[in-house]
């Protein structure tokens, strides 16, 4: 990422968290309310009947995406479950550039290339209470087989240990009660400029 974007006038924060953790809810629900601008990933997995194209992911190709990571298309990319997923760069520079605040709800790896590269991006980690929560959650939205709940929770294990250890996430908001959480999150957005 070009060191360009470090003085740019935007704010840009990085939300993640394990699926489970209600990171999508919650980043959705504090974007809302405080006018902030919700960077949209492209990624090559499939799209369900309830998801629209171009607002809640850009759904592409595999081709499509490497060709976009040959270009340098991405601000980061990474594979989650077998499936790439990216934040296509252009649009962030550019609501940066003016000035706006941007969030980005991506997964730890994706997240700590953005860290690397652009050190003043403000890093929001959530979290489920616990584990017998987190388990309880994923088998409660009755969406995956259990191999995948199986397979949900390893990779949660292995993010909440990665961005602990890593200390890049200035906030960690455990998400117990959805209300509390939100108001913690939507504190931390709101003192920047609105999309
Ligand atoms: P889902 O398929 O459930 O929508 O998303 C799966 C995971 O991919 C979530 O952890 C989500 O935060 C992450 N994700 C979504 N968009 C991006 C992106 O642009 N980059 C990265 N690195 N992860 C993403």
Redesign the pocket.
Known sequence: MPNSMDNSPGKLFVI????GSG??TLTTMAVKQTGACL?I???T?GQSDSEIDGK??FFITREQFESKISSTG?L???E??G?Y???PAAPVKKMLAEGKTVV????V???M?VFENFPQAHGILILPPDDQELRRRLEARGRDKQEIIEQRLQKAKW?IDKAQQSNLYKNIIVNDKLEDALAEIVSILSYTNQC
């Open positions: 993640s968290g394990p699926s990171k999508s960077s990933s492209a990624t997995r809640d992911y991405f980061e990319y990474a989650v479950f499936n997923y990216g934040t980005l709800e991506i997964d790896q994706g997240a290339q993010e």
